[in-house]
């Protein structure tokens, strides 16, 4: 079930987005937007279960009162049980030797 906003009873979704160094987000939201191989694509309330690779661009987080956007270089997304959580800016392992 998902949390609606007592002002404008728009559905919400629990959304989590994390960096090796901080917590960028974690709050409600109507919305996610980001893009991926694929193209621009948004996450709203009641998603099915999705797992993504980000590509470079912005995520979009619309909280139905507020829009924050960060810049990504790349990330992962997965959405479950109306949770969005995205780890962004990871750095790829390196397998030097």
């Not at 609606?4 to 901080?22: A, C, G, I, N």
């Not at 919305?31 to 661009?57: K, M, Q, R, W, Y």
Request: overall charge negative.
């Amino acid at each position: 079930m998902s949390q609606t906003d007592s002002k404008s009873k728009e559905p919400r979704v629990l959304v989590k987005m994390l960096s090796p160094t901080q917590v960028h987000y974690s709050g409600y939201a109507v919305s996610v937007s980001a893009v991926n191989s694929v193209g621009p694509f948004d996450i709203l309330a009641e998603h099915a279960n999705f797992f993504s690779l980000l590509s470079t661009g912005d995520v979009v987080i619309d909280t139905g009162t507020q829009t924050f956007r960060f810049p990504t270089e790349r990330g992962i997304m997965k959405v479950t049980n109306n949770t969005i959580t995205l780890f962004v800016d990871i750095e790829p392992v390196s397998n030097t030797g």
